[in-house]
């Protein structure tokens, strides 16, 4: 198959190294499927599934773009940041992303923590011993609460984080400042990922203007094209990356069967995005 024949990009995708229920071999399988030549594994904060996805795909004549997924706050709202192109193994980005996964996983220790008082067969014990089949996809704490009868499914054990006050905003991660520092340190490009959903409750003038302010904090581009995105707001961040020169990215954020969308879920291609800046990227491909 050649490159013809693969002309769909896909920036956003998740492993089982972090909530999909796809392995690294296995999303390169799903690249090939839905014809996708050019493709990120972001998994949350970590590059794991990047790095062997990236083997996986030179093999197959693909091209994965290092990348990872990662949390900060900036003035109080939870943001998720694609970085492309950063040396995965930097010591600075490294560190702050092992952190990032941490203060993730303990966010599930809280949880169990704060709930054994209402479920007393809970118990922080238990949960440190207990282990899931990863390819379910999710996490550890969802497949825990279900397994002791608390959810009827593991995807609805989600909604009792924030219940629980166990938010993201007040867990530890860094701020956009911090983390913009590490990932253009290691020679990265850093992307805000689905600015549509994260700021949704935003009516269009104000999620512009807090898009604007971000862009001056240092964003080398924006997610334009994503599943929940509708047409206005892709023309919108799409002016925005051709008026400030930034990159233009597209992403599934498949995680696979614990997920609602595919690999190239939205058949978009190199000449609709823009990927002019990114390390070793050559010039002139993507619109």
Known sequence: MGKADRPFVDLHVHTWYSDSSLSPRQVVEEAIRSRVGVFAVADHEGFEGSV????????????????AELECTWEGVQLHILSYGADPSD????????????????????????MIPEHPKLSLEGFRAFSHDRSLGGWKGLHYLHSMGVTRTPKEGAHLYARYDV???????PDLSTLLDAI?????????????????????DEMEHRVRELIDWGLDGLECYYPLHDAKMTRSFRSLCLEKDLLITAGSDCHGSFGRTRVGE??????????????????????
């Open 52 to 67: 062997q996805a990236g083997r996986l795909a030179k093999d197959a004549g693909l091209l994965c773009i290092p990348a």
């Open 91 to 114: 010591p600075r980005l490294m560190g702050l992303a092992a952190r990032n996964r941490e203060i993730l996983d303990g966010m599930s220790d809280t949880l169990i923590e704060r």
């Open 167 to 173: 938010l993201y905003e007040n867990a530890g991660f």
């Open 184 to 204: 253009h340190g290691a020679g990265g490009k850093a992307v805000l990922a689905h600015p549509g959903y994260t700021l949704k409750a935003l009516d269009e």
């Open 266 to 287: 939205m058949d978009i291609t190199l000449d609709q995005i823009r990927l002019e800046g990114l390390p070793n990227w050559p010039s002139g491909k993507g619109g």
